[in-house]
């Protein structure tokens, strides 16, 4: 089971050459800087907006500065306890072989699961702006997306009952 698991996925097979460019795991920082570009930037700039707005209609400076400070505080809380919960999740899951092969694909079925789902929002919510349909699905929908902080909990909640469940599984049926 070890040596399937270590061959990898299609992903895997595909991306190998480009797998081959990081040598040493300094290269990892440059990697994960340009990763990191891509994730929350629209938060970003639009924390980066309400502040030039602020600062043009006359607030003080270091009132400004709580705003990033802020945004700071919250991504490293929310980024820490994610660390932490997948590091125990995925320290469970190597001890064994197989709970990795079981693990791995329940995650990456409810990862394909939820994005399918936030897209269907997103994509229905366009469709509702354009073309301002008067059913009851439409407003559905428009409350979703208005509360999409909401669904990231429950998504949250979501992956840490696959870990629970994995868990109980495999100590119900000692695997």
């Given at each position: ?20 460019l990081?040598?040493?795991s ?13 994730f ?9 907006s309400?502040s ?8 003080p400076?270091y ?9 700071t ?49 997103e994509?229905?919510?366009l ?16 409350t ?5 902080g ?14 629970f469940v994995?868990?109980f599984?495999?100590?119900?049926k000692?695997?």
């Open positions: 089971m070890h040596t399937f698991l270590s061959n990898g996925g299609l992903l895997t097979r595909l991306l190998k050459p480009l797998f081959g990081i040598h040493k300094w290269h990892m920082y440059p990697l994960g800087f340009l990763f990191g570009l891509g929350d930037t629209a938060t970003e700039v639009g924390l980066l309400l030039a707005t602020q600062a043009s209609h006359g607030m400076f009132f400004i500065l709580v705003f990033p400070a802020l945004f505080a919250g991504m490293s809380l929310v980024d820490t306890l994610d660390s932490i919960l997948m590091l125990g999740a995925y320290g469970w899951a190597f001890v064994k072989p197989i709970r990795k092969f079981y693990y791995n694909m329940t995650l990456t079925a409810v990862s394909i699961i939820v994005a399918l789902l936030i897209s269907s929002i994509g229905f919510e469709l509702r702006n354009h073309l301002s349909p008067k059913h009851a699905f439409w407003n559905w929908t428009e979703l997306s208005e509360n999409f909401i669904l990231g909990c429950v998504i949250i909640a979501i992956f840490m009952m696959c870990w994995s868990v599984i495999t100590n119900h000692r695997i």
